[in-house]
């Protein structure tokens, strides 16, 4: 299965630049303003601002300027500001869980080790039954394959002598040699598969995320049954990753 890159890893930077631009406008700055200011163009700037406005990160107030929003305003002063990221995190995963129609992961790669941080789940979009702990299966996951390709060659080296290459299933890659090969020559913006490496009947794609020196990714797992949705739904999570981004850098 191919699936085409896509790109909007820039958007959370430009995301970034809108807000700081209106956080220095307490008493608002219209889109005008802010096209002058941060030098975006008017498509992208619309889209951004629909983005900003719809994570509550921005608020448009009656002469149609733009303020700071609730959920920024929450995050900044919160005494509590990781659990109340983690919250934020949370309803952007299950907004992301039903636009994409299956569950949704969000991994870092943290102190040596791959860790699911978040995900969201549900009824009609079951979660992966965790049948091998995720730190010692990054072999055979999009997650883990997905974060090992952000790593440089020696800290993936370095992660593989610390972590048998079991076989969990037939599809399983259980040759270093040919995993670092195959993670060498991942292009960085196509996602990462898994198709029944991990868990017979279960397919997974996962998508990199580029937030400062954050190591992360966010991936979503389907039935074998419904593998002709991986695509669409890979590509998806690929075009909304960037609320997540922001997220993890404020």
Known sequence: ????????????????????????????????ELARRTGLGTERLTALLRMLRREGYVEQIGDGAYVTGDTLRRITSAHDRERALREKLQLTLDRLRDSVGAAVYLSRYLDGEVRVTQYAAGPAAP???????????????AVGKSLLTQLD?????????RHKMARLTSRTITSDKLLLSRLESQPPTVPVLDLQEYAVGTVCAAVPLTAGSTVGCLAVSLPLEHAHR???AAETLNRNAAPVVLSLTL
């Open 127 to 141: 979660a992966v039954n965790e049948w091998v702990d995720f730190r010692y299966s990054a072999h055979a996951t």
């Open 1 to 32: 299965m191919r699936i085409e890159p896509t790109a909007p890893y820039h958007s959370a930077q430009d995301a970034l630049r809108v807000l700081e631009t209106v956080a220095r406008h307490p008493a608002g700055a219209t889109d005008t």
């Open 153 to 161: 060659h020696n800290a993936r080296r370095d992660h593989l002598s």
């Open 230 to 232: 991986l695509k669409r």
